[in-house]
């Protein structure tokens, strides 16, 4: 039996990454991926962060699926 309880924070955290994964559960690794970055991608420009300059860090492929990403799209 856990005797502390769990912090609000902690609870919203878990909250948050089940609703992650709710919201990719039907696709397969590759397309989760891709949402993933293009979600990130899409948040950060709302935010104001101007698009990388420097081209070798941009991902330019899906690992686990082998396919080619564009980071543009």
Do not use: H
Not at 38 to 63: C, I, N, Q, W, Y
């Amino acid at each position: 039996m856990n005797e502390f309880r769990e912090s609000k924070a902690l609870s919203e955290v878990r909250e948050w990454k089940a609703a992650c994964a709710r919201e990719v559960e039907g696709l397969d690794i590759g397309a989760a991926v891709r949402k993933r970055l293009r979600d990130s991608a899409e948040t950060a420009r709302k935010l104001g962060f101007s698009p990388m300059d420097r081209t070798e860090k941009v991902v330019t492929a899906v690992a686990e699926a082998g396919e080619a990403y564009n980071a543009g799209t």
